[in-house]
T-cell receptor, first 112, second 112 residues
Framework: GQQLNQSPQSMFIQEGEDVSMNCTSS?????WLWYKQDPGEGPVLLIA?????ELTSNGRLTAQFGITRKDSFLNISASIPSDVGIYFC????????????FGEGTQLTVNP | DADVTQTPRNRITKTGKRIMLECSQT?????MYWYRQDPGLGLRLIYY???????NKGEISDGYSVSRQAQAKFSLSLESAIPNQTALYFC???????????FGPGTRLTVL
């Protein structure tokens, strides 16, 4: 069953605001990935994290690999309308080969 | 041209019908995956394949079957569709040794 708890489930913000979302688990992961899904499309990779404590940025997006290896965080600064979509975290355990476990997703709405 | 394509993009069928969803990729990846997406549940793995003729069950394989006859193609079948198989289905590919999975645009399946 689902092993990643992603929160919040949804967010409604004003353009220009910063956004934070996170994923937590009781299990240890050795890779964390953050994906974005636009309406009618498949998920697209935003950021990949490979080491505990790692902080990686991609434009206005910053993600961190939690030091305990059981969580990860995604921040979006100065949101814009095209940030709208569903954001998914995904983790890979050392014992799971290439299989990923996905969070439930965070639905982001940005009001102009 | 899209690297990962799925056909059909939308399908409405009736309970008891056999349905096949197709996935093709031009990325040259050896690993392919089938997921289903349901609101609030994220992406759940149905089946995956590491090479031609290699088939592995994911977390929700019951009621589904797959075929990997060529490296570039991975098809998902519902032998006798039921309404709770109504969902968005995604195919994904990955290169051996890499964590990143690349997703197709999805197939929206409705079983009446």
């Amino acid at each position: 069953g689902q092993q990643l708890n992603q929160s919040p489930q949804s967010m409604f913000i004003q353009e220009g605001e910063d956004v934070s979302m996170n994923c937590t688990s009781s299990s240890i992961f050795n890779t964390w990935l953050w994906y974005k899904q636009d309406p009618g499309e498949g998920p697209v990779l935003l950021i990949a994290l490979y080491k505990a404590g790692e902080l990686t940025s991609n434009g206005r997006l910053t993600a961190q690999f939690g030091i305990t290896r059981k969580d990860s965080f995604l921040n979006i600064s100065a949101s814009i309308p095209s940030d709208v979509g569903i954001y998914f975290c995904a983790g890979r355990k050392e014992t799971s080969g290439s299989r990923l476990t996905f969070g439930e997703g965070t639905q982001l709405t940005v009001n102009p | 041209d899209a690297d990962v394509t799925q056909t059909p993009r939308n399908r409405i069928t009736k309970t008891g019908k056999r349905i096949m969803l197709e996935c093709s990729q031009t990325k040259g990846h050896d690993r392919m995956y089938w997921y289903r997406q349901d609101p609030g549940l994220g992406l759940r793995l149905i089946y995956y394949s590491f090479d031609v003729k290699d088939i592995n069950k994911g977390e929700i394989s019951d009621g589904y079957s797959v075929s990997r006859q060529a490296q570039a193609k991975f098809s998902l079948s519902l032998e006798s569709a039921i309404p709770n198989q109504t969902a968005l289905y995604f195919c994904a590919t990955a290169l051996a040794g890499e964590n990143t999975q690349y997703f197709g645009p999805g197939t929206r399946l409705t079983v009446l």
